[in-house]
T-cell receptor
Framework: KAGVTQTPRYLIKTRGQQVTLSCSPI?????VSWYQQTPGQGLQFLFE???????NKGNFPGRFSGRQFSNSRSEMNVSTLELGDSALYLC???????????????FGAGTRLSVL | DQQVKQNSPSLSVQEGRISILNCDYT??????FLWYKKYPAEGPTFLIS?????DKNEDGRFTVFLNKSAKHLSLHIVPSQPGDSAVYFC????????????FGKGTKLTVNP
């Protein structure tokens, strides 16, 4: 079974630009969550999508948005990039069912975004 | 407000000895805890988990202990191997439909041959 795939692996952008990151979950997984990892803050939850609906959102500004498609693939968009947005963006997928069993999230390798 | 804390940024042990990684949490609503391992340039890999109704869970060389009254969990690796050298993250989730995980900042484990 293929794992979680994130594209691209690396991105370099300049301040003020926008960026779109993509995540393909494990087949059969309906929940996709996004996390930002920075050296100072660790992994921080951005948002979660389940069946094309945002189910939860972290404490990030509205410049960070996402969506999920009917095939469970997800995209994350960051507009008006700032230097502080430089980070590793991780996507995780899980079954997403409501606690029939504890759901384990499986992570992709991440997209390394550098904002210059 | 950091709800999950890993107070040791790094830990160094000898091959064959026990590695003990610690994690504290403040939110008593957390009902499920996980440990992930992360190598550079890779995403976190799931290691082991424990529900709040248990106090211990074992999987091979890995054992997680949960002390709810102290809001503390620990990961034991016995015996430690050089390939275990990585950053270990503790994570917690709350009841409900969301898959949101709250992570600690990680502990870098180095196992010396």
């Amino acid at each position: 079974k293929a794992g979680v795939t994130q594209t691209p692996r690396y991105l370099i952008k300049t301040r003020g630009q926008q960026v779109t990151l993509s995540c393909s979950p494990i087949s059969g997984h309906r929940s996709v969550s996004w996390y930002q990892q920075t050296p100072g803050q660790g992994l921080q939850f951005l948002f979660e999508y389940f069946s094309e609906t945002q189910r939860n959102k972290g404490n990030f500004p509205g410049r960070f948005s996402g969506r999920q498609f009917s095939n469970s693939r997800s995209e994350m968009n960051v507009s008006t990039l700032e230097l502080g947005d430089s980070a590793l963006y991780l996507c995780a997928s899980s079954l997403g069912t409501k606690r029939l069993a504890k759901n384990i999230q499986y992570f992709g390798a991440g997209t390394r975004l550098s904002v210059l | 407000d950091q709800q999950v804390k890993q107070n040791s940024p790094s830990l160094s042990v000898q091959e064959g000895r026990i590695s003990i990684l610690n994690c504290d949490y403040t939110n008593s609503m957390f009902d499920y805890f996980l440990w992930y391992k992360k190598y550079p340039a890779e995403g976190p890999t799931f290691l082991i988990s424990i529900s709040s109704i248990k106090d211990k869970n074992e999987d091979g060389r890995f054992t997680v202990f949960l002390n709810k009254s102290a809001k503390h969990l620990s990961l034991h690796i016995v015996p430690s191997q050089p390939g275990d050298s990585a950053v270990y993250f503790c994570a917690a989730s709350s009841p409900g439909g969301s898959e949101k995980l709250v992570f600690g900042k990680g502990t870098k484990l180095t196992v010396n041959p």
